[in-house]
């Protein structure tokens, strides 16, 4: 501290430089000192501060650094909602929703704005007199979650807006994401502790806000981008334009790649030109969203019930590419089923990766695309994440292509493969459930799983070299091992081999609904064993009730109920069950309070359509409500969202058609807090 100085003065020097190098940084994208001149500052004004307690203020610099853990998230209602945009795939769509802009905005000429739609988390910021009190999720657009906590961490986001006159009250939206970049060394932290990798940006952004603890969130470098306004008192904003360069001198970073277009067709244009160089972007993004300039006319065209009339979001189409199907591989999951794996010949670059295979699902997908080997191949990655393919060019077949074979004995434990129908499909399963090493090291990696046991160090490599050293025959067996016994294993020294040990140890006290989840029991996922949990709060209850006593839990059904009756009823069943109790393992389920404000989905109608990965129908239905909604099979104007998976079909066009707001499996799991 120069000798001059006082404490006050010292202190109040360092945030005024510390926000204008931050500004410098997340702002203009020209920062002028290094990362660590940056930390030597921010450690300067944080001992001071420690120092003199009466110092720090609640818009600090040091604030970013993350407070104490908090116990749950409250919930926030927006001043102004936060209405979804209505999709469009193709320039015919632009041009009936300029045709209809054109009818509603009354006398003028129309502009339209274009921006980048990036693939993040959506924000509401409050700033009142300048400081910010509030950020929240989007949430159902009306509520969101108080994730003020963690969004304090993020250096794009002024903790007090810059200028010397600031509105009595902005309500600010954003997008907040991460890059690619800081993805893949999240990932690459996460494959050295043996965690299963983040499967893209989105989804990383959305559980980091999620996080109870800000400590943990600083650690990763999260961004925004600012683009539009709710409730807002005490200044004029005419202009889409406008509104972009007051928040930028606010000291918001607004996105760069913005176009103000006189016409659809310029809009059309400007659209067209990110199809390919978007890839050349450090952030992902899913499209652009058109917006009418000018306020007056939005206030005029107004909104349904669900979007504006005044906005749109045009979407990029999947990115295809063609190859040839080299040769297929089958994969073994935990209940035995064969999935055939493409390899493709060429690999083929697709959305900024290469791609070299990709699963086909099961044996009733690959007869109905008719499917053979050396075929020419559509490949498309679905949400720009999941290569697929989704096709096949049989005009340029040449005779020479071949049907692929399926195996009748396991390609891994030499077991034999049976034929396994249901009323919709058919696949092939490996028969020799209690013995196959491809099946048992599948569901030790699901046991171990952070939603189920969170066992740290416990992924798919690690789980396979247990079962193929004989050291785990059974998921108790993991509560066996040793010190000793792991240091033997390539690859293991003491702090891996600790850091397994106490992860193993930890997850005994997960409880019932955690452990039903990671038994692989049939039909028994995360949701459905926390009902199981709700409703039979304890093992020894489970083991005491009939077939039917359980299939009158709510979304369980007699099949289900049968599934669960028949794994602890048989003779490895009551083994397990006495190898869990005397390991020690909570077997007791503590029932969740309802969430502070309500029930997520109270009052909400929710149609669900195509295949879910985590949920069959029954089950996320029971979710649905449970959350207190209501699960309906048609989509109408009523309908508040559709849970679309893979393959939906007729009701997610409903959807668009008539402007629904459509969810992916994970977003449904974000709106009701799993």
Not at 112 to 117: A, C, D, N, S
Not at 489 to 498: M, P, R, V
Not at 621 to 630: D, R, S, T, W
Request: aromatic letters at 6%; proline letters at 5%.
């Amino acid at each position: 501290m120069p000798k001059t100085a006082t404490p006050a003065a010292r202190a109040a020097e360092l945030r005024s430089v510390i926000d204008l190098h931050n500004h410098k940084y997340y702002v203009e994208a020209a920062p002028e000192i290094s990362d660590r001149e940056f930390d030597k500052l921010l450690k300067e004004l944080t001992d001071l501060e420690a120092a003199h307690p009466e110092l720090a203020t609640p818009d600090s610099p040091t604030q970013r650094v993350g407070g104490q853990p908090i116990d749950g998230f409250s919930k926030v209602t927006h001043r102004a909602p936060m209405m979804s945009i209505d999709n469009s795939y193709d320039a015919a769509d632009l041009r009936k929703f300029d045709a209809d802009v054109r009818k509603g905005a009354g006398s003028g000429e129309v502009a339209y704005t274009v921006e980048l739609k990036i693939d993040g988390v959506s924000i509401s910021l409050v700033y009142e007199d300048g400081v910010l009190t509030t950020a929240a999720t989007r949430g159902d657009g009306e509520t969101g979650d108080d994730v003020t906590h963690n969004v304090k961490t993020i250096g794009g986001v002024p903790l007090r807006l810059t200028g010397k006159t600031p509105p009595k009250l902005i309500e600010v939206r954003g997008e907040i994401f991460m890059t690619r970049a800081e993805l893949v060394r999240l990932n690459a932290e996460r494959t050295k502790e043996g965690k299963d990798p983040y499967p893209n940006t989105r989804n990383l952004t959305a559980g980091t806000l999620k996080q109870l603890d800000p400590k943990k969130v600083a650690k990763r470098k999260m961004a925004l981008f600012a683009y539009g306004v709710g409730a807002f008192d005490g200044v004029a904003i005419g202009t889409q334009d406008d509104l972009l360069n007051k928040l930028k001198g606010y000291g918001f970073p607004v996105n760069p790649h913005t176009q103000l277009c006189s016409t659809i067709d310029e809009v059309i244009a400007y659209c067209d030109s990110w199809n390919e160089k978007r890839h050349d972007l450090p952030y992902d993004t899913d499209g652009l969203v058109v917006k009418v300039n000018e306020f007056a006319q939005r206030q005029r065209l107004g909104a349904t019930s669900k979007v504006p009339r005044w906005a749109k979001a045009y979407k990029f189409e999947a990115e295809q590419a063609i190859t040839k199907l080299g040769k297929v591989v089958f994969e073994i999951g935990k209940f035995g089923e064969l999935t055939p794996v493409a390899e493709f010949d060429p690999p083929v670059p697709l959305a900024g990766t290469t791609v070299r295979r990709a699963s086909m699902h099961n044996a009733s997908w690959v007869e109905k695309k008719d499917v053979r080997l050396g075929d020419t191949v559509v490949v498309e990655k679905a949400g720009e994440i999941i290569p697929q393919v989704v096709s096949v060019v049989t005009d340029v077949r040449t005779g020479k292509e071949k049907p692929i074979v399926w195996p009748d004995r396991c390609p891994l434990c030499g077991g034999p493969v049976v034929k396994e129908e249901s009323a919709t499909s058919f696949g092939y399963t490996c028969d020799n459930t209690g013995v196959c090493p491809a099946q048992l090291a599948k569901r030790i990696e699901g046991y171990a799983r952070r939603d189920r046991m969170d066992i740290d160090g416990l992924g798919e490599e690690v789980s396979v070299q247990l079962v193929d050293t004989e050291l785990v025959k059974s998921v108790t067996d993991l509560y066996r091992l040793t010190e000793k016994q792991l240091l033997a294993l390539e690859g293991f020294k003491e702090k891996k081999t600790q850091k397994l040990l106490a992860g193993i140890a930890a997850s005994k006290d997960r409880g019932l609904a955690r452990l039903l989840a990671a038994l692989s029991i049939y039909g028994v996922g995360e949701s459905m064993a926390e009902v199981l949990a709700d409703g039979f709060p304890s093992l020894d209850l489970i083991l005491a009730a009939s077939k039917e006593e359980l299939s009158k839990v709510k979304g369980f059904g007699p099949k289900r109920a049968e599934n669960v009756y028949d794994y602890f009823h048989s003779p490895a069943g009551e083994k397990l069950v006495a190898e869990l109790r005397a390991h020690g393992l909570k077997l007791t389920h503590d029932k969740k309070a309802p969430p502070a404000g309500g029930l997520p989905l109270a009052g909400k109608t929710l149609v669900v359509t195509g295949t879910l990965t985590k949920y069959d129908r029954s089950g996320i239905e029971a979710v649905i409500k449970e959350m207190g909604g209501k699960a309906t099979g048609s989509v109408s104007k009523k309908t508040d969202y559709v849970v679309a998976g893979e393959n939906a079909g007729s009701k997610l066009d409903k959807a668009k058609e008539l402007g629904v707001p459509v969810l992916t499996e994970a977003e449904f799991d974000a709106m009701i807090g799993k």
